[in-house]
């Protein structure tokens, strides 16, 4: 999909579970996909715990977000979260295509 037609896709959210375990991951993944070229808002207020799993579905989500051009954001990141991110070394899970318009 090209960034302009990107751009006029309706954005999508996506609420992460409290829990992002091994039983997230699949789920995560499967919902993820199904909204592939959409600009895409993850909604990160309610994650308790994140296990590795989860946050590689995420990193894949935001490579392909990227390589489509289209923006992927996280929202309202928990406390607990940004710890997470932190002790897995603060991979960035953000993209905002060049010329993105908000």
């Known amino acids: 999909m090209s960034t302009e037609a990107a751009t006029l896709a309706e954005r999508a959210t996506v609420s992460l579970a409290p829990v992002l375990d091994l039983q997230a991951a699949e789920p995560l993944r499967a919902e993820l996909m199904a909204l ?51 002790a897995f070394g603060e991979p960035e899970l953000q993209f905002e295509p060049e010329g993105e318009l908000s």
């Open 36 to 86: 592939r070229g959409r600009p895409l808002d993850l909604d990160a207020s309610q994650v308790t715990r994140m296990g590795g799993l989860c946050l590689q579905v995420l990193m894949s989500a935001r490579k392909i977000w990227s390589e489509d051009g289209v923006c992927l954001t996280v929202d309202q990141p928990s406390l607990a979260f940004s710890e997470q991110l932190a």
